[in-house]
């Protein structure tokens, strides 16, 4: 098994900075994947951002350059850098995990609210 805890979620001003932290804990050698996805009011849920075992990102359109993923492996922590941030990216954010023989991320955390507003 293998669990995730978001943290670092909060109300920010549009243009302002967050910082997401996620910490894995079970079985993190199962885990082939890594990312961070969000769902706003009435949305589906999206993937912002991702990165593999190898150190590949990958990014939405609507976030490139504003925001950086990363991870501690020491830690089994990944990141989420926030910059830029703007109304539209008000929504919950989750850490999710796709694990080896897994076809999708199959492993989500409990989410960390985000809001942009002045």
């Known amino acids: 098994q293998v669990q995730l805890v978001e943290s670092g979620g909060g109300l920010v001003q549009p243009g302002g900075s967050l910082r997401l932290s996620c910490a894995a804990s079970?079985?993190?050698?199962?885990?082939?994947?890594m990312g961070w996805y969000r769902q706003a009011p009435g949305k589906e849920r999206e993937l912002v951002a991702a990165?593999?075992?190898?150190?590949?990102?990958a990014y939405a359109d609507s976030v490139k350059g504003r925001f950086t993923i990363s991870r501690e492996l020491r830690q089994n922590r990944i990141y989420l850098q926030m910059n830029g941030l703007k109304v539209e990216d008000t929504a919950v954010y989750y850490c999710?995990?796709?694990?080896?023989?897994?076809?999708?991320?199959?492993?989500w955390g409990q989410g960390t609210q985000v809001t942009v507003s002045s």
């Open positions: 990165i593999t075992n190898g150190g590949s990102t």
């Open positions: 999710a995990a796709q694990r080896v023989g897994a076809t999708a991320y199959d492993v």
């Open positions: 079970g079985s993190i050698f199962s885990i082939n994947a």
